[in-house]
């Protein structure tokens, strides 16, 4: 469900069309909807009804001061892998006590800065890194609130660049290693354990790699349990997919029913949190990007375009199919199949293969589900400025991102004599 749709044969943004925010802004450009943000983080919300729950939404998908300023405003929460998310986060009006921090490199400032503003939780992947966080807690006259990131050992049936957890990827820790963390934070008088968590990978399509990693989870609570340590909130991470072509990734509903079903089994009733990055933005954006030329090559053509894997590094990074439409439909046009490419000097350099699409230069084509992990990867590879963002609001289009100049990419460099 998306914002993004065709009136009149041209696509709209909301109330805003497509065209002249190209016009006005230039492209490549990426195009959010506020709405369709709003109503995802709600379907997420609604469907857990009453029940204790709270959303802490992946900055790392999407970490746009306007995107997590909307968010903050509907109460969420935030999960976040960087001292610079948090960063983020607060100069969007976040509050701190929503925030959990997760990753496996925590590094020492970083947990400083956590510890400072009081965020909700740590989600502690080794025991290393426990003993880090529990030194820097004391030195600070603190306690931290943690959880440990359980790696189930399940397999997400997702790409492997983005599955976690299994127990070869490098996050988490065992539940065996677990209970010794658990039992050290126990006894120590500047950690206070909160909850447990784990996030398995992303992207993901099926309910059943969940379910058993839920499984996994709960059983090993009750165990807790039974060593005197009390849990109070089970984080069951981010991960649930979206339909970039012909997915069909569980919906929220379904996602909590099948959490709750588990709970139930587990004759569990602890508060739930969750992660989700890519199902609250990634509907919620597109990126417009205009025909440049039309090539025809030895075998197969090329339709190159003002948008290169800078801007939209997906496609390269892991062969992923990205839905490319023209913003105006012209009926009358005739179609050809085209490999999209970039005006960046690498063969992965492109948006979509095989794609039969009716253009010419100079018309517009935008690429749907473009909001989560495309700005947030984009560099300035080649010497290219990033790209603009924009936010819509109804009639509104807010420029929540310049689009940045020349100059800026190397303000902070210096020739030597
Ligand atoms: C990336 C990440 C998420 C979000 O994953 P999505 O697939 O975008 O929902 C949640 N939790 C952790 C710990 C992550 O690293």
């Not at 943004?13 to 995802?40: D, I, K, M, N």
């Not at 969007?92 to 020492?108: D, H, P, T, Y």
């Not at 120590?188 to 969940?210: D, F, M, R, Y």
């Amino acid at each position: 469900m998306d914002h993004f749709n065709f009136k009149d044969g041209e696509l709209f943004a909301e109330g805003c069309s497509v065209r002249s925010l190209a016009a006005t802004h230039g492209t490549p450009l990426f195009v959010y909807s506020r709405t369709t943000l709003e109503q995802h983080w709600f379907a997420f919300d609604n469907a857990f009804g009453d029940y204790p729950h709270q959303i802490h939404y992946a900055v790392k998908a999407n970490g746009n001061l306007a995107v997590l300023g909307v968010l903050a405003k509907l109460g969420s929460g935030f999960d976040i892998v960087s001292g610079g998310e948090l960063k983020r986060v607060m100069a969007a009006g976040g509050s701190a006590g929503k925030v959990i921090f997760s990753g496996v490199g925590k590094l020492e400032w970083e947990i400083e800065l956590a510890l400072d503003v009081g965020i909700e939780c740590f989600n502690v992947e080794s025991m290393a890194e426990l003993e880090r966080i529990a030194r820097i807690a004391k030195a600070r006259g603190k306690v931290a609130p943690i959880s440990m990131r359980i790696n189930p050992d399940v397999d997400a049936k997702t790409h492997p660049y983005i599955s976690t957890g299994l127990k070869d990827n490098k996050f988490g820790v065992s539940l065996e290693r677990a209970l010794s963390c658990y039992e050290f934070a126990h006894q120590h008088p500047n950690l206070s354990v909160l909850g447990v968590a784990c996030h398995i990978g992303s992207q993901l399509t099926e309910l059943s790699p969940l379910e058993d990693a839920m499984d996994r989870l709960l059983e090993f609570v009750k165990k807790l349990r039974t060593t005197g340590i009390e849990i109070k909130v089970v984080d069951f991470g981010g991960g649930l997919g979206v339909r970039y072509q012909d997915e069909m990734p569980p919906l929220p509903d379904q996602y909590w029913q099948a959490l709750l079903t588990r709970m139930q089994a587990h004759d569990l009733t602890l508060p739930v949190a969750i992660e989700p990055g890519r199902a609250l933005l990634g509907n919620a954006g597109i990126m417009v990007t205009r025909v440049e030329y039309i090539k025809a090559g030895e075998v197969g053509k090329f339709c190159v375009v003002d948008a290169a894997m800078n801007d939209f590094i997906r496609p390269a990074l892991y062969g992923a199919y990205q839905e490319i439409i023209n913003v105006d439909q012209e009926p009358d046009s005739k179609a050809a199949v085209y490999d999209v490419v970039g005006p960046i000097c690498e063969s992965a350099d492109f948006l979509g293969k095989d794609r039969t699409l009716a253009v010419k230069p100079g018309d517009l084509l935008a690429i749907r589900t473009a909001g989560a992990y495309c700005f947030a990867l984009s560099s300035n590879y080649n010497a290219r400025a990033r790209a603009a963002e924009i936010m819509v609001d109804g009639e509104a289009a807010h420029v929540v991102r310049k689009r940045e100049s020349l100059e800026d990419l190397y303000a902070l460099e210096s020739l030597i004599e």
